[in-house]
């Protein structure tokens, strides 16, 4: 296990990852598990549209963790602009599967709540 971890640290340290989370203890969780990672957090944006002002800013982005459900918005006018940037997302979302709308079927899901090594595992494998 510890060297699946080391390889996995390997491949997202220095990653700048886009959190989208409208709920605050959930944002600064998910941050601390993104720096503990090694990775550079981008936001988090609380709202759709400071997502939407941080992409527009060029601020650089290797992939993203979305929230599917931000303040009552569904996320995926964000999750069709990555896609169009070419930057790989999961969502996180306490619904699971059943809460993506089928256009998404190919994204990974992170199940919150999750663990550290479970956002770790799921952010090395979308940028695969």
Do not use: H
């Not at 699946?4 to 989370?21: C, D, H, K």
């Not at 998910?30 to 939407?52: F, Y």
């Not at 940037?85 to 809460?99: E, L, S, V």
């Amino acid at each position: 296990m510890l060297f699946e971890v080391a390889q996995m640290g390997m491949r997202i340290e220095g990653m700048r990852v886009l959190v989208v989370e409208d709920e605050s203890l959930v944002a600064l969780q998910l941050e601390d598990m993104l720096l503990d990672l090694g990775c550079q957090v981008v936001g988090p944006a609380m709202r759709l549209r400071a997502a939407g002002e941080l992409l527009d800013s060029g601020v650089g982005i290797d992939c993203a963790v979305l929230d599917v459900n931000v303040c009552g918005e569904m996320v995926y006018p964000i999750a069709e602009r990555l896609t169009q940037m070419g930057i790989p997302f999961i969502f996180a979302t306490g619904y699971g599967r059943d809460g993506v709308d089928q256009r998404w079927t190919a994204v990974p899901i992170l199940q919150k709540p999750y663990t550290s090594e479970e956002i770790g595992e799921s952010l090395a494998l979308c940028v695969q």
